[in-house]
């Protein structure tokens, strides 16, 4: 869907998610080879990590969200992941950048940490 807006023109759908994720793909290094999306969800973000990087992995621990990420970007190269970020086995340190659009909030900090 393509509209015309303050904003100017816009591709696709939009939520504020999604208005997020541009900022979010912005931070992550030129050079990233491999790049981490905690909480997917319906996989806007890793589907344009995926464009510049080339390891995307996204996680989700909600099956049925995480198949309609699949559906929605099946030519996107990346691997999708159902689990919990918190449990499941990830290789320590194997992703240049770990990124997460409004997942933080349901995952339990165990302490401060510098930069959110
Ligand atoms: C508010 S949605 C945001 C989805 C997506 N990042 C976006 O920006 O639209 C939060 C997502 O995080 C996932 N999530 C929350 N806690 C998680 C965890 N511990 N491990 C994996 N996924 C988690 C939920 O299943 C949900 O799909």
């Not at 030519?75 to 933080?104: C, K, Q, Y």
Request: glycine share 10%; hydrophobic share 45%; charged share 20%.
């Amino acid at each position: 869907m393509r509209r015309t807006g303050r904003l100017g023109r816009m591709d696709g759908p939009w939520n504020a998610n999604i208005h997020y994720d541009t900022r979010l793909a912005a931070c992550v290094p030129a050079a990233a080879k491999a790049v981490l999306d905690v909480g997917c969800g319906d996989g806007f973000l890793a589907a344009r990590l995926a464009r510049h990087v080339p390891f995307v992995v996204a996680i989700d621990r909600d099956a049925p969200v995480l198949g309609r990420a699949r559906a929605r970007f099946p030519e996107a190269a990346v691997t999708w992941r159902h689990g919990d970020i918190l449990t499941h086995p990830l290789e320590a340190e194997s992703f240049d950048a770990v990124l997460s659009n409004a997942a933080s909030i349901t995952c339990p900090m165990r302490g401060p940490r510098c930069g959110g």
